[in-house]
């Protein structure tokens, strides 16, 4: 339960960085917040590795 929730926040924040990439031209902020969501897609990923082989 607890892996699950640490993958799927990142992952929503990371859709929302992607569809604010799309509609906005992007600023400073912006790009630091895309920086956050690729560190987070990247713990979502160790998250869910982890996940694969705890089951």
Do not use: H
């Amino acid at each position: 339960m607890n892996i699950e929730t640490q993958a799927v926040a990142p992952a929503l924040f990371f859709v929302i960085a992607k569809i604010r990439s799309l509609f906005l031209i992007p600023t400073n902020e912006d790009r630091k917040f895309g920086y956050l969501t690729f560190l987070s897609s990247l713990m979502m990923k160790d998250a869910i590795i982890k996940g694969r082989i705890r089951l």
